[in-house]
């Protein structure tokens, strides 16, 4: 490994002083050449078994081959919804647990091929701060000895050594000395997590991955905690992987981010480039979602329809597109884009067997019920057909009505703007109507097909540094000689 690694101990590397402080708030632009960490093509699958012998029937792909590099001194962000698999990235990444695939490099050497002693220095030189502050401790250890456990796990005897050194860091993260022998019960969440730094620091890592390090603290705490990490980020000089759901945190605190959905990243960039011109529509919708004091900008969030898909069975192409609002429209089309979405979300429901004639029928009467209009019933059972004397156009006229229903249970538009559109999705719903869902799904598969779902996205350099997976940027946005940083490994 490195010069730091030629330190003569463990013990002497708690007892330095920490670096110089940091005062340039480095940027990508002078960040150093080489990467501390850089994590290429990482995958973490979860078998699903079945029976008595535990036949393997499927896998949760929770991370699904993700790539990005850590500088040293920089903050790193991960971002995504709750399941997107960024805290299993933390975990697999720091080797806590074992990866499906991939490497992980760290200073130059790859973990998972490292010989014994390597893997105890990286160990050593990478930690890791957890969400919830409380059960992080062992309540019968008092905090001097909790914070001082990783000292005694490599190899410092001294008992009296490990208890100055424990105490030292106690100030330094704000508490007191005399805190040393009081136990974890006895402080707050905030100082709980304080403690949580100190233990992290104790053997003078380089590297710190914080997963949702706030996230369980109270508004007003979050903040002091929060200065804490950076300050204590530049005396130490250290690189941190922040991992957060929360945006404006992120903005905040990192001068990178990665944005994670369903197990992949989808976009990377400086965080300030990329929080005022997000290229990925994942990005932009989450960064929609970030409350504004500013009553004009309010009401802006853009909505994503449809459920997060389960990471056993993501979405063909780009695992985005049963969510995506800006999703490429089929070939020879001109939908208005609500329309289109809402099309492919009735393909969707289609598709996972959600729509039949009853209950469609019986959605469209809810909400029809709901909203005072007339009650469908399809076939000839309705009002207005019963008294038609005509019993096909009574047919006809039923069958329109229970369509028309039914775009309405859907949000569909009345009409779509383009009316050979239109006419393809009206005989879907025919179909739908007359008991033929899977004809429907095909048609509505044929005639509406996008390269959303047929082509998975590629990682497309944005500009230097910055990178995002969409069809939308495919061959038209790449600057000029940037190439992707990161992104899903062939
Ligand atoms: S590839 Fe298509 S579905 Fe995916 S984010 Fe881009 S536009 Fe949306």
Known sequence: MTDR?????????????????????????????????????????YPITEGVLRREVGRVR???????????????????????GKSTAATTLLGLEAPTDGEVLFDGVDVSAASKTERKRFRRRAQMIFQDPTTSFDPRMSVGE?????????????????????QNLLERVGLSADDVDRYPHEF??????????????????DLIVADEPVSALDVSIQAEILALMRRLQEEFDLAVVFISHNLGVVREVCDRVAVMYLGEIVEVGPTERLFADPQHPYTRALLSSIPTPDPRKRGRGIELTGDVPSPSDPPSGCRFHTRCPEIVQPDGYEFEQTGWRRVMDLRAKLNRGEVDRESALELAAAHSAATGGAAATGGTGGTDAGAASDGTRATEASTREARAAIRRAFDLPAALTDERADAVLSEALGLIVDGDSGGAAALLADEFSTPCERREPRPTGVADGW????????????????????????
């Open 467 to 490: 990178s995002a997976a969409c069809h939308l940027l495919d061959g038209s946005r790449r600057a000029e000689g940037a190439e992707p940083v990161t992104g899903r490994e062939d």
């Open 5 to 45: 690694d030629d330190d003569p101990s463990v013990a002497d590397r708690a007892d330095e002083p920490p670096a110089t402080a940091r005062s340039d708030g480095r940027s990508t632009a002078d960040r150093p050449d080489d990467p501390l960490l850089c994590v290429r093509g990482l995958k973490k699958h």
């Open 188 to 205: 707050s969440g905030g100082q709980k997590q304080r403690i949580g730094l100190a233990r992290a620091l104790v053997l003078n890592p």
């Open 62 to 84: 929770a991370v699904d081959g993700i790539s990005f590099d850590v500088y040293p001194g920089e903050t790193f962000g991960i971002v995504g919804e709750s399941g997107c």
């Open 146 to 166: 909790s914070v001082a456990e990783p000292l005694r796990i490599h190899g410092m005897r001294d008992r009296d050594r490990r208890r100055r050194i424990a």
